[in-house]
């Protein structure tokens, strides 16, 4: 049985980082495409970045420059990096995995098939 575990989200002021995580058991990471959502209040759910099983990384354009996605293969975990964040990142971000899409931006723009998702974790940005 898959569990995408995610953690680290928390209140900051504009300008400030965090580290969220995200620690999967029940499949091995490296053979997924990999990827960080988020939904604000009375928003839809919004692709924030990915990793693929090649190696390929995309981002959101709002989040470029910003969020660096990664992965440790060796304790299979997700992790996405939040520098000089702003109060419109305040959301729900959620870990999520599949290993049927084979296109990252299709993986960011259409999540409506993704296999799997964990419960998420707030952020939020205070101005």
């Known amino acids: 049985q898959v569990h995408l575990v995610e953690s680290g989200g928390d209140s900051v002021q504009a300008g400030g980082s965090l580290r969220l995580s995200c620690r999967a058991s029940?499949?091995?990471?490296?053979?997924?495409?990999m990827g960080w959502f988020r939904e604000a209040p009375g928003k839809e759910r919004e692709g924030v970045a990915v990793?693929?099983?090649?190696?390929?990384?995309t981002y959101a354009d709002s989040v470029k420059g910003r969020f660096t996605i990664s992965q440790d293969t060796v304790k299979n975990t997700l992790y996405l990096q939040m520098n000089d964040l702003k109060p419109e990142d305040t959301a729900m971000y959620y870990c999520a995995a599949d290993d049927l899409y084979g296109d990252t931006l299709y993986f960011l723009q259409a999540p409506a098939k993704i296999q799997h998702w964990g419960q998420g974790t707030q952020v939020t940005v205070a101005s």
């Open positions: 990793f693929s099983n090649d190696g390929t990384i």
């Open positions: 029940g499949l091995t990471i490296s053979s997924y495409y």
